[in-house]
């Protein structure tokens, strides 16, 4: 009996096979893209060296705006700016500026492409997001509208650039435009670009903050226009990472407010599907011909959707594997029959007990008591956990994502980067009240390297540093207070014996979370010190 009821189940995956379609891509422009790798490349390192520091709320973020603004301007782009508030960790709420530039088309409809253009001040942020900026720009410019003649066609469908704000901390620019923006009831699609030059596979993101996908049309169109453009497959959640982005979703990048609110949304990058730690995301690391292939394929996306954009509107639950989709429907009817045999086991068992006259009372009993047991044995292997994670949880610096390091002019002509690599410390911080925090900072003098061995020898010894003597480089703060956009610690600051009471100007950006569920805080300080104050025979 408990197998035949296995042959229940064969019933919904017969009909599944046969509703398993297969969605075909939109036909590819017939213009080829012209999108400038080389240029894009060069905005993303201006972008990012004129404004490295870009936390939402601050006056470098609006400055970061209006840099953009700039370049959408001189594309004879029409600019808007839709301001709003929002709360960012570490700073509170605080006003954020989505910037919007429109390519006029034939019809109203809109087709947007998006880039969030802040950061988490933890790094520049060159890949995430200077080089979606740059590809917006970049796209933007082969949109443009010159003064004189020839000016290129309209394209079908108004086209909107918007650099959003806020995207560094879940999105909030994209959620405030696909909830308020008097332009949200016109969007018919959407093309996020976010962390498009790193080492990583073009790679596809289309989840929803509800459990629905952008349409199939879609994402068969943004993964062929990838391949096409860089020769390259790209990646996508598996099969069961999309049942749970069904189950529970939740996405990281900004197509996923679009696509809750029925609007057929899709992002490109090369971050894979959660985007990648801030730390050391500098204008260096930006790989070149990534962002050439994925801001090609942006281009050919774009022109195909302008050209027929009618056959990938909407969303709907399906799981995508490549050339077939399996509809969300089918799935849930597969789920609901696997329940069937289950049931039946519990039917018989009861019916067996009933025949026999057996009492369920005294099975009862028992299986409470081995739930007790088990409960028991779960809280206290709980608490074992807890006690290393709770010692583990007093707040400290983390030493593989914190960098102590300077810059010392040399010779006049040139400059010496150097970096301590060993050093301990705790950060008492109140999020509450920033000037309640505190900093103890301890740094090993004989850590120092600044890439060459000789130099680091001599700055051991006791013409410099002499570490045999003064073994650490401390500064515990007495102080906090608020300054600007930031704050400043007061303290005495230890370097080579010499104690001095020093102003420690630093910025927050904010706290994030990473993948082990551990909260670290984002936060920058740089000061400037004359050497001759600590050694005065110093020429």
Same mark, same amino acid.
């Given at each position: 009996?408990?197998?035949?009821?296995?042959?229940?189940?064969?019933?919904?995956?017969?009909?599944?096979?046969?509703?398993?379609?297969?969605?075909?891509?939109?036909?590819?422009?017939?213009?080829?893209?012209?999108?400038?790798?080389?240029?894009?490349?060069?905005?993303?390192?201006?972008?990012?060296?004129?404004?490295?520091?870009?936390?939402?709320?601050?006056?470098?973020?609006?400055?970061?705006?209006?840099?953009?603004?700039?370049?959408?301007? !001189?594309?004879?782009?029409?600019?808007?700016?839709?301001?709003?508030?929002?709360?960012?960790?570490?700073?509170?709420?605080?006003?954020?500026?989505?910037?919007?530039?429109?390519?006029?088309?034939?019809?109203?409809?809109?087709?947007?492409?998006?880039?969030?253009?802040?950061?988490?001040?933890?790094?520049?942020?060159?890949?995430?997001?200077?080089?979606?900026?740059?590809?917006?720009?970049?796209?933007?410019?082969?949109?443009?509208?010159?003064?004189?003649?020839?000016?290129?066609?309209?394209?079908?469908?108004?086209?909107?650039?918007?650099?959003?704000?806020?995207?560094?901390?879940?999105?909030?620019?994209?959620?405030?435009?696909?909830?308020?923006?008097?332009?949200?009831?016109?969007?018919?699609?959407?093309?996020?670009?976010?962390?498009?030059?790193?080492?990583?596979?073009?790679?596809?993101?289309?989840?929803?903050?509800?459990?629905?996908?952008?349409?199939?049309?879609?994402?068969?169109?943004?993964?062929?226009?990838?391949?096409? !453009?860089?020769?390259?497959?790209?990646?996508?959640?598996?099969?069961?990472?999309?049942?749970?982005?069904?189950?529970?979703?939740?996405?990281?990048?900004?197509?996923?407010?679009?696509?809750?609110?029925?609007?057929?949304?899709?992002?490109?990058?090369?971050?894979?599907?959660?985007?990648?730690?801030?730390?050391?995301?500098?204008?260096?690391?930006?790989?070149?011909?990534?962002?050439?292939?994925?801001?090609?394929?942006?281009?050919?996306?774009?022109?195909?959707?302008?050209?027929?954009?009618?056959?990938?509107?909407?969303?709907?639950?399906?799981?995508?594997?490549?050339?077939?989709?399996?509809?969300?429907?089918?799935?849930?009817?597969?789920?609901?029959?696997?329940?069937?045999?289950?049931?039946?086991?519990?039917?018989?068992?009861?019916?067996?007990?009933?025949?026999?006259?057996?009492?369920?009372?005294?099975?009862?009993?028992?299986?409470?008591?081995?739930?007790?047991?088990?409960?028991?044995?779960?809280?206290?292997?709980?608490?074992?956990?807890?006690?290393?994670?709770? !010692?583990?949880?007093?707040?400290?610096?983390?030493?593989?994502?914190?960098?102590?390091?300077?810059?010392?002019?040399?010779?006049?002509?040139?400059?010496?980067?150097?970096?301590?690599?060993?050093?301990?410390?705790?950060?008492?911080?109140?999020?509450?009240?920033?000037?309640?925090?505190?900093?103890?900072?301890?740094?090993?003098?004989?850590?120092?390297?600044?890439?060459?061995?000789?130099?680091?020898?001599?700055?051991?010894?006791?013409?410099?540093?002499?570490? !045999?003597?003064?073994?650490?480089?401390?500064?515990?703060?007495?102080?906090?207070?608020?300054?600007?956009?930031?704050?400043?610690?007061?303290?005495?600051?230890?370097?080579?014996?010499?104690?001095?009471?020093?102003?420690?100007?630093?910025?927050?950006?904010?706290?994030?979370?990473?993948?082990?569920?551990?909260?670290?805080?984002?936060?920058?300080?740089?000061?400037?010190?004359?050497?001759?104050?600590?050694?005065?025979?110093?020429?």
């Amino acid at each position: 009996m408990y197998r035949g009821t296995w042959l229940l189940v064969g019933i919904p995956l017969l009909i599944s096979a046969f509703t398993v379609s297969h969605p075909q891509p939109l036909r590819a422009p017939t213009l080829q893209p012209d999108f400038d790798g080389a240029t894009a490349v060069q905005t993303a390192k201006a972008f990012v060296n004129n404004n490295p520091y870009r936390v939402p709320g601050t006056a470098r973020a609006q400055q970061a705006t209006n840099w953009v603004a700039q370049r959408f301007g !001189q594309y004879g782009l029409r600019t808007q700016r839709e301001r709003f508030h929002a709360k960012i960790p570490g700073r509170g709420t605080v006003q954020l500026e989505n910037l919007l530039a429109f390519r006029e088309g034939r019809s109203n409809q809109i087709i947007v492409v998006l880039a969030h253009r802040d950061n988490s001040g933890a790094s520049p942020g060159a890949n995430d997001n200077g080089s979606g900026t740059a590809a917006l720009l970049e796209l933007a410019r082969s949109y443009a509208t010159p003064q004189a003649p020839p000016r290129p066609p309209e394209p079908n469908h108004t086209i909107l650039f918007l650099s959003t704000d806020g995207g560094a901390f879940g999105g909030l620019g994209a959620a405030y435009f696909a909830k308020h923006s008097p332009y949200r009831d016109r969007v018919v699609a959407v093309v996020d670009v976010d962390s498009i030059a790193g080492n990583g596979r073009p790679h596809l993101v289309f989840a929803g903050d509800e459990p629905r996908f952008a349409s199939a049309a879609l994402v068969r169109t943004g993964a062929a226009r990838i391949a096409e !453009q860089t020769g390259t497959a790209a990646s996508r959640p598996g099969a069961l990472a999309q049942l749970l982005d069904l189950a529970f979703p939740l996405s990281l990048y900004e197509q996923a407010p679009f696509v809750g609110h029925g609007v057929a949304a899709l992002t490109l990058t090369s971050a894979g599907d959660r985007p990648r730690s801030a730390f050391g995301d500098t204008p260096e690391r930006l790989n070149a011909n990534r962002l050439t292939g994925i801001g090609r394929a942006g281009q050919a996306l774009l022109g195909s959707l302008d050209d027929e954009v009618e056959l990938a509107e909407g969303t709907s639950s399906y799981v995508y594997l490549g050339a077939r989709v399996v509809r969300g429907w089918s799935i849930v009817l597969i789920l609901f029959a696997a329940l069937l045999p289950a049931l039946a086991v519990i039917v018989d068992l009861f019916a067996r007990l009933r025949r026999r006259h057996l009492p369920l009372a005294p099975a009862l009993r028992s299986l409470r008591s081995r739930l007790l047991f088990w409960l028991f044995a779960v809280l206290l292997f709980d608490f074992v956990v807890a006690v290393p994670r709770l !010692q583990s949880a007093v707040p400290h610096l983390d030493k593989a994502h914190t960098r102590i390091g300077f810059t010392v002019s040399h010779l006049v002509i040139s400059h010496v980067s150097g970096a301590f690599r060993d050093f301990n410390g705790t950060i008492n911080y109140d999020p509450g009240d920033v000037t309640k925090s505190t900093v103890d900072v301890h740094i090993m003098a004989a850590s120092v390297n600044t890439g060459d061995d000789k130099r680091d020898g001599h700055l051991k010894s006791p013409d410099f540093f002499d570490v !045999q003597k003064f073994s650490e480089l401390t500064f515990k703060s007495t102080k906090i207070g608020k300054k600007g956009d930031g704050f400043v610690e007061y303290g005495p600051l230890t370097i080579h014996g010499v104690t001095k009471d020093v102003e420690l100007p630093f910025t927050i950006a904010g706290t994030i979370k990473d993948g082990m569920g551990k909260t670290h805080l984002v936060a920058q300080s740089s000061i400037t010190i004359n050497r001759k104050r600590l050694w005065p025979n110093l020429e």
